[in-house]
């Protein structure tokens, strides 16, 4: 579905104010919903009935009653929406908006080093796939880890996949030994400190605000760590007025949304490229989302022995957040 192959679709709506006003009329016509995640182009958040990270999403999508549900975000988090509402129809703009992190997890080798450590409580970060989540006692978000890990019992070892740096993290906050699968995010992991350090440098009254998959030498020189929409309402709440950002700079958006007179300077990634921006979620394009509601396709679509599978550890987060 690329944008040369929309572009030839006659009936494409003409400017952005005309695929709005189109999209808009889809929605109603489907009875849809549309869900965006932070990390999403602006033109696509300001779409969306509902903007907020992995958790609120999962949520707004499990006790939604529209008909359709348009997941504006990545593939894991449009399959969360349908193991939790099997029932609705859920859409996808582009089915290869996939995730780095999930895809550092392949079910077949996390399989054997799950079975290894079979006395372990199973704790994987919701950036998985389907299959990852089946194979989990309970799923977790960067919100609400720390809370879910600190409801372990002390003498049950845990076992953290896939993200090494938020598992890190989360072994430095709440002082608990973990088994961590080695899974990372390109997005995260790219942003300099040498870079940050000297950003800083030019603008010495600026908060560091970083997300928890940052690496270690990121988050040390952090004022606040936490999910995107702990970074959002850091900015919010804060009486500065200058935040260095380093997390996917889509966030950006709704900050300056939310704090006009506030200035926010994305964290600069290692090279000159725009490597701070998430390849997979910028696949979704309004014309992508136009043409999905449009065609009600790409549609995700799940074996039910593997969605009540994967269900049960989301559940658990749920109930434990």
């Known amino acids: 579905m690329s944008l040369a192959g929309v572009m030839e679709n006659p009936t494409l709506p003409r400017g952005r104010a005309g695929m709005e006003t189109e999209i808009r009329r889809l929605k109603r016509a489907l009875n849809a919903v549309i869900l965006a995640h932070f990390y999403q182009d602006s033109e696509i958040q300001d779409m969306a009935d509902f903007i907020g990270d992995s958790l609120q999403l999962a949520q707004q999508a ?56 079979q006395d372990h409580l199973v704790i994987n970060y919701i950036n998985c796939s389907a299959e990852i989540k089946a194979m989990s006692d309970v799923i977790c978000t960067s919100s609400n880890a720390a809370k879910i890990i600190a409801q372990v019992p002390p003498e049950r ?14 072994i430095k906050k709440t002082g608990r030994e973990m088994r961590l699968w080695q899974g990372s995010c390109i997005v995260h992991e790219t942003f300099s400190e040498q870079k940050l350090l000297r950003l800083k440098v030019r603008h010495p009254g600026a908060k560091v605000l970083a997300h928890p998959e ?10 606040h760590v936490g999910s995107t929409t702990s970074l959002l309402n850091y900015a919010r709440e804060s009486m500065d007025r ?11 958006h709704q900050m300056e949304k939310a704090c006009p007179e506030k200035t926010f300077i994305p964290a600069p990634p290692e090279s000159s490229c725009a490597c701070n921006e998430c390849p997979h979620m910028r696949l979704n ?17 799940m074996e039910e022995d593997l969605r009540l599978r994967a269900l049960r550890p989301i559940e658990r987060m749920l109930e434990l957040s």
């Open 62 to 117: 499990a006790r939604t009653d529209a008909d359709v549900i348009v997941f504006a975000g990545v593939h894991f988090m449009a399959e969360t929406a349908k193991i939790l509402n099997p029932t609705r129809q859920v859409l996808l703009p582009d089915l290869k908006a996939g995730c780095s992190l999930a895809e550092s997890c392949p079910p077949h080798l996390f399989k054997p080093f799950r079975e290894r450590y």
């Open 157 to 170: 070892p845990i076992l953290f996949g896939p993200d090494r740096n938020l598992g890190n993290y989360l």
């Open 214 to 223: 940052c690496e270690e030498r990121v988050l040390r020189n952090a004022d």
């Open 242 to 252: 200058e935040f260095i950002i380093a997390t996917e700079p889509g966030i950006i």
């Open 285 to 301: 394009t309004l014309e992508k989302l136009w043409l999905c509601m449009k065609n009600r396709a790409p549609e995700i679509t």
